[in-house]
């Protein structure tokens, strides 16, 4: 009896804790510094408001040295692309500061995920490499970073980068 | 005359059922249980609700058994892709029926429906493989599931599935 | 001094420009003339508004003579892939059209432009190809046309195109 209220306040207070993460001062403890956002090289830009939802451009890993190109399942291990796949959420949460003024309490829910992994034909781990992106968002968000989310195989992606990720974000008016 | 006159009113009683489709109960003429919605196996959900729209994470076929793995235009034809795009569609419904709480009453709109087919590179028929999701939503939901689309291809799925869909789904308050 | 003065007038007349850019008009001086819009083959359609978001389904080059098929890096140049991507810009515009009862005045943003290019492993330049359709956007659309936007490859399309792009658009009330 005793032993199941405090696994009860223990989950309450996990809950709490997720509730309440400030994500400036996790991206802190996780020694994650931002880069200044990325221009765009064309007439498009790397983010749109519409209404409550902000949507993302496709985003590779990014100002990021020694970054390996090419296809999972060829050059690239598991572990090289999850390891690209946090740097291109890096990135991407480095566009959404940029989106909200620096102030990323004002972040809701992260909500949609999309991403693509080049891959030979017989790769078939892509979400254990998109897990790298997922994983960043709930260090960095809490409960408001699980995301729906789509970990898809392409045989080729631009500059032969390992993973391109689009994301749409609800923030507060 | 009289003929047009019929022939108006057979189209207006079209409509009209078109309309008033129940969801549940058009699932239980086709035959169809849903299966339990499938849990994710990382740091994602299955959906996400943001104002009146859902969006719902890239989903392949579930919980069924004799889903063929492999490429389109080589392991399978399109006959058994239309049946697993079908059978991502049920998996679909599944997770929306819990995003609503069990009452598919609520599905104002199927809005969008984005599905990746693996296929060699001379099988040019995603459409047909795609159209297993999109005549499901129709026969689910009526003109309600008449949806946006791009049935595009790709050399590789994870798992090696057939097909991944993803959906965005417009709903009451 | 007075030569910042003039750079600011000039600047400012730009936007101003950029501003109020007539869809229709713009359209004329370009001399594209919009094709009726295509009708969907299947159980699905064109263009779905909730709210004032309108999802428009995946389009490639329609209605026009001579677009090349197969892909970038193989059968077809940059140059062609670049014509194809416009091509199918005009076509996503007069879904648009449509969907707004043709008048083009009443897109707020084009939000979020997908690009798909049928391209070989080894095609780097996804980028340089969906520049078709983004120059196409700020063209006719001023400001208002600037999108996010991920352009990436795949190793096959329907019916052996070369590109396929989805869009979202926010309209008026």
Redesign the interface.
């Known amino acids: 009896m005793r032993i199941s209220i405090i696994i009860i306040l223990l989950l309450s207070a996990a809950v709490l804790k997720a509730q309440h993460v400030n994500p400036a001062e996790q991206l802190k403890k996780l020694g994650i510094e931002l880069p200044a956002p990325s221009k765009?090289?064309?007439?498009?830009?790397?983010?749109?408001r519409?209404?409550?939802?902000i949507?993302?451009?496709?985003h590779g890993p990014c100002n990021f040295d020694g970054i390996p190109k090419g296809?999972l399942g060829d050059e690239l291990t598991v572990e090289q692309g999850y390891t690209a796949a946090r740097q291109a959420g890096i990135c991407l949460i480095a566009t959404l500061n940029d989106a909200v003024d620096g102030d990323l309490t004002k972040v809701?829910?992260i909500?949609?995920?999309?991403g693509?992994v080049?891959?030979?034909?017989?790769?078939?781990?892509?979400?254990k490499v998109m897990?790298g992106c997922?994983?960043l968002?709930?260090e960095v968000f809490g409960d408001k970073?699980?995301?729906?989310?789509?970990?898809?195989?392409?045989?080729?992606?631009?500059?032969?980068i390992p993973v391109?990720i689009?994301m749409?974000v609800?923030v507060k008016d």
């Open positions: 765009p090289v064309a007439n498009y830009v790397k983010w749109v519409t209404g409550n939802l949507f993302l451009s496709g296809q809701v829910r909500v949609r995920v999309f693509l080049s891959s030979t034909d017989e790769f078939y781990d892509h979400p897990n997922s994983d968002m709930v970073g699980k995301h729906v989310r789509a970990a898809v195989g392409t045989n080729v992606l631009p500059f032969n391109e689009e749409v609800e």
